[in-house]
Nanobody, 123 residues
């Protein structure tokens, strides 16, 4: 499975971006999907994840109420709508496929990763 993330860019604080992650093949009904991010000099951190059905979603506290994860199961695409962006959201964002159908914040449960897309939020 190859993942292609896109949609990153430069935006002013308070602005919005929508990231997309497309899969080279249709992910099975056993795979939740997630987004992680890594800022310069920092560890990779969990952002959001969604169940294979597109129903249940979980979020990092730092993005709750501002970010929304969704997926188009038929098109094998997962989205991350990011609103009210802050400079601290600046990072490379990665999408990933989980081994299991239940969303998780643990990177070890994800076995396929995209190449990342850079989001820069200016103050």
């Amino acid at each position: 499975v190859q993942l292609q993330a896109s949609g990153g860019g430069l935006v002013q604080a308070g602005g919005s971006l929508r990231l997309s992650c497309s899969s080279s093949k249709r992910t099975s009904s056993n795979n939740a999907m997630g987004w992680f991010r890594q800022a310069p000099g920092r560890e990779r951190e969990f952002v959001a994840a969604v169940a294979w059905s597109g129903g249940r979603a979980i979020y990092a506290d730092s993005v709750k109420g501002r970010f929304t994860i969704s997926r188009d199961y038929g098109a094998s695409v997962v989205y991350l709508q990011m609103n009210s962006l802050k400079p601290e959201d600046t990072a490379v964002y990665y999408c990933a496929v989980n081994r299991r159908p239940v969303p998780s914040l643990e990177p070890s449960q994800y076995n396929y990763w995209g190449q990342g897309t850079l989001v820069t939020v200016s103050s």
